[in-house]
Nanobody, 116 residues
Framework: QVQLVESGGGLVQPGGSLRLSCAFS????????MAWYRQAPGEQRELVAR???????IYTDSVKGRFTISRDNAKNTLYLKMNSLKPEDTAVYYC??????????WGQGTQVTVSS
């Protein structure tokens, strides 16, 4: 069973940067398309970025040019580098496979708060 552990969140001022990490275990990481999702208070969880097994990436429009998704298959780890953070980026960030199956687990997420 896949297990996901997100880390790296925190409180940052607008314009600041963070790097999130996601430790993956329980299956063969390198074969999956992986993604970062986020959920702001009162909102539905949304897809932020995804990275294919071959390394190609796709971003939602609101983070293009500011966020970079990457993966280290040797370490079974997914990353999200976030630059030029805005208050509207405040959310709990989760990683998972893409697409997420109905029986897939979610990790605990990592809170990102952008505020002065």
């Amino acid at each position: 069973q896949v297990q996901l552990v997100e880390s790296g969140g925190g409180l940052v001022q607008p314009g600041g940067s963070l790097r999130l990490s996601c430790a993956f275990s329980g299956s063969i990481f390198r074969i999956y398309t992986m993604a970062w999702y986020r959920q702001a208070p009162g909102e539905q969880r949304e897809l932020v970025a995804r990275i294919f097994s071959g390394g190609s990436t796709i971003y939602t429009d609101s983070v293009k040019g500011r966020f970079t998704i990457s993966r280290d298959n040797a370490k079974n780890t997914l990353y999200l580098k976030m630059n030029s953070l805005k208050p509207e980026d405040t959310a709990v960030y989760y990683c998972n496979r893409f697409p997420v199956g109905s029986k897939d687990n979610w990790g605990q997420g990592t809170q990102v708060t952008v505020s002065s």
